[in-house]
């Protein structure tokens, strides 16, 4: 036979809560928001892993376009070929400025 919700005791009731709580990690979060300086330290160092991340990120994924692209330039595709040389040159151009 299935208890119904109302039928559990309270004491029962109390401890699901406390149990879900521990799980939340409620009081870590409680914790954190008493101290608003320590809340801010761990957000400014989890934007700085996020920059890092995304510049890491675009610098290899340019790299990869930048290649294929002079590797299809290098193909001697008609039209295209023309088109992606004067893009490569214009690049390697800025790149060799800075």
Request: a positive charge.
């Given at each position: 036979?299935?208890?119904?919700?109302?039928?559990?005791?309270?004491?029962?009731?109390?401890?699901?809560?406390?149990?879900?709580?521990?799980?939340?990690?409620?009081?870590?979060?409680?914790?954190?928001?008493?101290?608003?300086?320590?809340?801010?330290?761990l957000?400014?160092?989890?934007?700085?892993?996020?920059?890092?991340?995304?510049?890491?990120?675009?610098?290899?994924?340019?790299?990869?376009?930048?290649?294929?692209?002079?590797?299809l330039?290098?193909?001697?595709?008609?039209?295209?070929?023309?088109l992606?040389?004067?893009?490569v040159?214009?690049?390697?151009?800025?790149?060799?400025?800075?």
């Amino acid at each position: 036979m299935e208890r119904r919700r109302e039928d559990v005791p309270l004491k029962e009731k109390i401890e699901d809560l406390l149990l879900a709580l521990e799980k939340a990690n409620l009081a870590e979060w409680v914790e954190l928001y008493r101290r608003p300086l320590r809340l801010l330290y761990l957000n400014f160092l989890a934007g700085l892993a996020r920059g890092l991340g995304v510049a890491v990120g675009v610098t290899i994924l340019g790299t990869l376009v930048l290649y294929l692209v002079r590797e299809l330039a290098l193909q001697n595709l008609p039209v295209i070929g023309k088109l992606i040389a004067e893009i490569v040159r214009v690049v390697q151009r800025e790149i060799y400025y800075y």
